[in-house]
């Protein structure tokens, strides 16, 4: 296995379980809470390191008890934490209803301590990053941060993958720093201007996302699997089912790991797309989102069921 450097936000999440979301002004009754562990990076570190790969994380965190549970999440799952702890920063929280009957869910996002990340942090990193085989992030921390990681993993030879969210607006020069970029529906509609409803709607937001610079691009599609395309392949990966979906708040990010260590491991794109779609498989089944990553064994074997 490769050297997976992921550079991201920790958020304590507070999950709310309701039947519907509330209207502006209106109170309901929820169904359940819960507080665990989340952010976009956090929890694709978390998977990238419950596959197998060696996985560094580059973040900041509060002195605070949330701080301390990534710390806790991180040396369970084998993440190796590379951590600026500012004095009087706290560590972020993210805000998650999820809809009873269906698992979907809507986010809020307050990145605290992480919000501070700058590309000098990433400077100070170079090292590291040159020596993975694959560096990754997302949008949850300042944009110049990003840019300067994926300069420094692009200028070493590094394998890059920008998961672009939470959805914002590109310029072509960041998607050309990308070897991969994996939008969700909304994501890659916001990117590329094309309305992403079916597979066919993801392969065109694909196009015309290599047309503005990026490598290869895979649209994650929820229930209809992931389109994969580099301009000599278009492939289309059918969703694994593992059971009953029990959340979708994960879901993304288990890809996102999964196929991270995937690749870090040598695997062609294509079946990196697969065993990252089969961990998001496995996730979906669980409550939460870092404790609803699956061990390598259990995507092993859900692989070999075909």
């Known amino acids: 296995m490769g050297r997976v450097v992921n550079l991201g936000v920790f958020v304590a999440d507070t999950s709310f379980r309701a039947e519907r979301m509330p209207r502006m002004g209106e109170t309901i009754l929820g169904q359940s809470f819960a507080l665990g562990p989340g952010g976009k990076g ?77 590309p000098e942090d990433l400077k100070a990193e170079a090292g590291l990053i040159g020596g993975a085989r694959v560096f990754i992030t997302q949008l949850e921390q ?90 000599a392949r278009s492939v289309h990966v059918p969703p694994f089912r593992a059971g009953p979906v029990i959340e979708t708040t994960g879901a993304g990010d288990a890809f996102n790991g999964g196929f991270a260590a995937a690749l870090a491991e040598g695997m062609d794109p294509v079946a990196a797309v697969r065993f990252g779609s089969a961990t998001a498989g496995i996730s979906v089944t669980r409550p939460g989102t870092a404790p609803s990553m699956p061990s390598r064994a259990e995507i092993e074997a859900l692989l070999a069921k075909g």
């Open 42 to 118: 956090s929890n694709q570190s978390v998977a990238s390191a419950m596959a197998g790969a060696e996985t560094h994380f580059i973040t900041r965190l509060g002195r605070d008890a949330f701080g301390e549970m990534a710390l806790a999440v991180w040396a369970k799952a084998g993440v190796h934490p590379v951590v600026t702890r500012p004095e009087g920063a706290t560590t972020g929280a993210a805000h998650i209803f999820i809809e009873a009957a269906t698992g979907n869910n809507a986010i809020i996002i307050v990145p605290g301590a992480a919000g501070t990340i700058s």
């Open 142 to 231: 300042p944009l110049a941060a990003a840019v300067e990681g994926l300069t420094i993993a692009r200028a070493a030879g590094v394998t890059t993958i920008l998961n672009p969210a939470p959805a914002a607006t590109l310029p072509d020069s960041v998607l050309a720093l990308c070897d991969y970029l994996t939008p969700n529906e909304t994501e890659a509609e916001a990117l590329s201007g094309v309305k992403v409803a079916t597979v066919a709607d993801a392969e065109a937001a694909a196009r015309r996302l290599r047309e503005r610079g990026a490598g290869a691009v895979v649209v994650t599609l929820g229930d209809k699997g992931a389109l994969y395309q580099d301009g």
